[in-house]
């Protein structure tokens, strides 16, 4: 099994930059793809960006293309997401995830998830 936890979420102005870091810890890290989804007020969950286990490979939703980035260091066991160029309508709570086999964007092929951190942003 493999714990999440999110962090790096907060209050910032349209514009603007935040990083969001996921730390995993229990099985091997470089085992599993990694996601990042996020839930914004009164929406379903939906796909931002996912990396496969070495980095190697990325894909992100056309809404943050070219303002976000997903990246991780196995040897830290950890996820970031680079988010530029913040608009109001990335407010949300985000949330990664792990994958025991190739990561795409649907949330069924994932099979590990943290609790989330809330990114608002103000207009």
């Known amino acids: 099994q493999v714990q999440l936890v999110e962090s790096g979420g907060g209050l910032v102005q349209a514009g603007g930059s935040l990083r969001l870091t996921c730390a995993a810890s229990?099985?091997?890290?470089?085992?599993?793809?990694m996601g990042w989804f996020r839930q914004g007020p009164g929406k379903a969950l939906e796909f931002v960006a996912h990396?496969?286990?070495?980095?190697?490979?990325?894909s992100y939703a056309d809404s943050v293309k070219g303002r976000f980035t997903i990246a991780r260091e196995n040897a830290k066991n950890t996820l970031y997401l680079q988010m530029n160029s913040l608009k109001p309508d990335d407010t949300a709570v985000y949330l990664c995830?792990?994958?025991?086999?190739?990561?795409?964007?649907?949330?069924?092929?994932?099979?590990?998830w943290g609790q989330g951190t809330q990114v608002t942003v103000s207009s």
């Open positions: 995830a792990a994958s025991r086999s190739r990561p795409g964007v649907s949330i069924v092929e994932y099979d590990y």
């Open positions: 229990g099985r091997t890290f470089s085992n599993y793809g």
């Open positions: 990396i496969n286990w070495i980095g190697s490979s990325t």
